[in-house]
Each structure stands twice: as C-alpha cells, then as structure tokens.
C-alpha cells in the first residue's frame, strides 16, 4: 500500500519564476493538505483541498494556490517566487470519512530552494 | 487561536536511557487533541503518539508515552530505552474539537540526538 508520494523531491528555482508541486494521497484518503516547513521551523498549514474545492486555508498569500483532481491528487502552484518561500512543502492526506482516528500522513515533502 | 510551545531547541540522551521533551500549549477549546510527530532528516513527519483532551490515562506507544497534565497544559512526551534510530527533530501538535478537520498548529519542534 502506496503511501502520500510527492514530486519533485528537490528543485531550484529563481527569484519570479512559478513552481508547481504535486501530491498523491494514500490509498483510500480523499483530503489533501498542503504545509510550508521552513529550517528551523515547525509545518504551516497553506490550504486543504476535498472533493476538489479549497475548504480551508492558512495565512498564505494569493501567489499559493491549488488544485485537487478526481483521482484526489493535488498540486501546489507558487507564482512570482520569493527568496522566502525556500521551505520544505510537505503534503498530508487524510479521510474525512473518518473521524479524528484517521491518522494524518505525510509525504516526505518537496525542498524547494529559490535563488 | 492556539498555540504550541516546545522550549527546548536541542536535546542529548545517551543510548539506552529515557528522554522527556517538553510541550505547552494554550488553547480555549475544552476538546482537542494533542499529538507528537517524529521527523527524521529525510523529512518525512512520522505520527508517533495521540492524546485526546478528554483521556483520563495517558497515552503509551511502545517505547512513548505522553505525559499529559491538563491542568498545566502540557503533553511532554517521553520516550524510554533511546535508540540511535531516534536522533530526529520532534514536533507537538495540537488539533481542534472538528471532527475530520484536521488541521494541526504545530510547535517549533525539538531536535533528538542519541548518543552511543
């Protein structure tokens, strides 16, 4: 049993370029949820996606969007980089047909490095 | 709002013994659930024990245990006999009484290193 995958593990990007990151939740999950962990730092959460709709979103600004495809993977997509948006992105999945005992699982997250 | 506070940025055990790492947090909701994650350099957050506001004993989990005082707000989590494989940052969260919504604060987290 496959579990949350994302892709790419590494990438380097430039100052104004825009990056998409991507996620496939574990088998039988039906959310996603995106963090922002920068060094140092404990995971902030940017939004969480169900039934392909954004149903809840943290402190993050317009440039972070997302998507979630019938199949519930997810992407990230980050506009106009900034050199503060170096973090790991780490994506979480989890069933809302479960109560809280539906554990939350990570990915082992994208580190994206802006230059 | 709330609020996760782990204090110590850096913690050193000696292999075989027992290490506690501390976590406060604050919050106004009378349920909630307290967590502890593990996670090794490789990034990936390893869910290692749950605590609900509500549990009268505390949580164990193989070789953890959380140590939750509620009255104090704290949810320290102790882990016994520490093996190499335990080096690692730790994260306490917390999340609120929304039953599928699970949206976690996290603290700042505590970096583990076992020594031989």
């Known amino acids: 049993d496959a579990g949350v995958t994302q892709s790419p593990t590494h990438l380097i990007k430039t100052r104004g370029q825009q990056v998409t990151l991507r996620c496939s939740p574990k088998s039988g999950h039906d959310t996603v949820s995106w963090y922002q962990q920068a060094l140092g730092q404990g995971p902030q959460f940017i939004f969480q996606?169900?039934?392909?709709?954004?149903?809840q979103r943290g402190n993050f600004p317009d440039r972070f969007s997302g998507h979630q495809f019938p199949n519930y993977s997810s992407e990230l997509n980050v506009n106009a980089l900034l050199l503060g948006d170096s973090a790991l992105y780490l994506c979480a999945s989890s069933s809302l047909l479960l109560d809280w005992d539906g554990e939350l699982f990570f990915g082992e997250g994208s580190r994206l490095t802006v230059l | 709002a709330q609020k996760i506070t782990q204090t110590q940025p850096g913690m050193f055990v000696q292999e075989k013994e027992a290490v506690t790492l501390d976590c406060t947090y604050d919050?106004?909701?009378?349920?909630?659930?307290l967590f502890w994650y593990k996670q090794p350099s490789s990034g990936e957050m390893i869910f290692l024990i749950y605590q609900g506001s509500y549990d009268e004993q505390n949580a164990t989990e193989g070789r953890y245990s959380l140590n939750f005082q509620k009255a104090r707000k704290s949810a320290n989590l102790v882990i016994s006999a520490s093996q190499l494989g335990d080096s690692a940052m730790y994260f306490c969260a917390m999340r609120p009484p929304s039953g599928g919504s699970y949206i976690p604060t996290f603290g700042r987290g505590t970096s583990l290193i076992v020594h031989p």
């Open positions: 996606y169900y039934e392909e709709e954004e149903r």
């Open positions: 919050t106004s909701d009378q349920s909630y659930g």
